[in-house]
């Protein structure tokens, strides 16, 4: 079947530094994308999505790429803080019938090292 | 407030007990969505509803049931028949406007012994 995946289940980065979060869909038709961030024992928050019909989008300290091409997701996050450090899941509207069901991968732990 | 709620943070039952979830929202969205989440994994979709008195099978929903009766209620039953119940359960809501955006909320955690 078709899914979302994350390259690494775990990343280290010094606070201050740059990080980035890979993702790989496998479903050429999705036209959405969107990542959560989870901090543990809540629910997951909305940090930034991006539709087919674009390569980069931009929000505070994060940008989101996509590469239609290789079908790759990713999320950057700009000058890490302590609070950065999370669970990040991307997640794609795979039916792209409009029903607002989206598909989620498995998550990436991001830890900021003081 | 505008947002989601469960209820409540922590629930414990006994083993072949029914036990119901609680979802309310008050963002004016159509659309909610009940998740079962397990250590160190992603979410996977129990049952979701789009609008009032309908609603569909997600990947796993054996062993649960959901009702809507009104727009901001979707309320979550686990049954005796869940096989594995103890888990992390998120309920999200969205608008059915095609920005796909899901509003979580902050999650009940079961557990059944």
């Known amino acids: 079947g078709e899914s979302v995946g994350l390259h690494l289940p775990t990343l280290s980065v010094q606070e201050g530094d740059n990080s980035i979060i890979n993702c790989a869909y496998s479903n050429s038709a999705s036209d959405y994308f969107i990542w959560y961030k989870q901090e543990s024992g809540k629910g997951p928050q909305f940090i930034i999505d991006?539709?087919?019909?674009?390569d980069k989008r931009q929000g505070q300290r994060v940008t989101v790429l996509l590469n239609k091409t290789v079908k790759h997701l990713s999320l950057q996050i700009a000058a890490t803080q302590p609070g950065d450090s999370a669970v990040y899941f991307c997640?794609?509207?795979?039916?792209?019938?409009?029903?607002?069901?989206?598909?989620f991968g498995t998550g990436t732990r991001l830890t900021i090292i003081p | 407030d505008g947002g989601i709620t469960q209820s409540p943070k922590y629930l414990f039952r006994k083993e072949g007990q029914n036990v119901t979830l609680s979802c309310e929202q008050n963002l004016n969205h159509d659309a909610m969505y009940w998740y079962r989440q397990d250590p160190g994994q992603g979410l996977r979709l129990i049952y979701y509803?789009?609008?009032?008195?309908?609603?569909q099978k997600g990947d796993i929903a054996e062993g649960y049931s959901v009702s809507r009766e009104k727009k901001e209620s979707f309320p979550l039953t686990v049954t005796s028949a869940q096989k594995n119940p103890t888990a992390f359960y998120l309920c999200?809501?969205?608008?059915?406007?095609?920005?796909?955006?899901?509003?979580f909320g902050p999650g009940t955690r079961l557990t059944v012994t």
């Open positions: 991006i539709r087919s019909n674009m």
């Open positions: 997640a794609e509207d795979p039916s792209n019938f409009g029903n607002e069901k989206l598909t």
């Open positions: 509803s789009q609008i009032v008195n309908d609603f």
């Open positions: 999200a809501s969205s608008f059915r406007d095609g920005s796909y955006e899901q509003y």
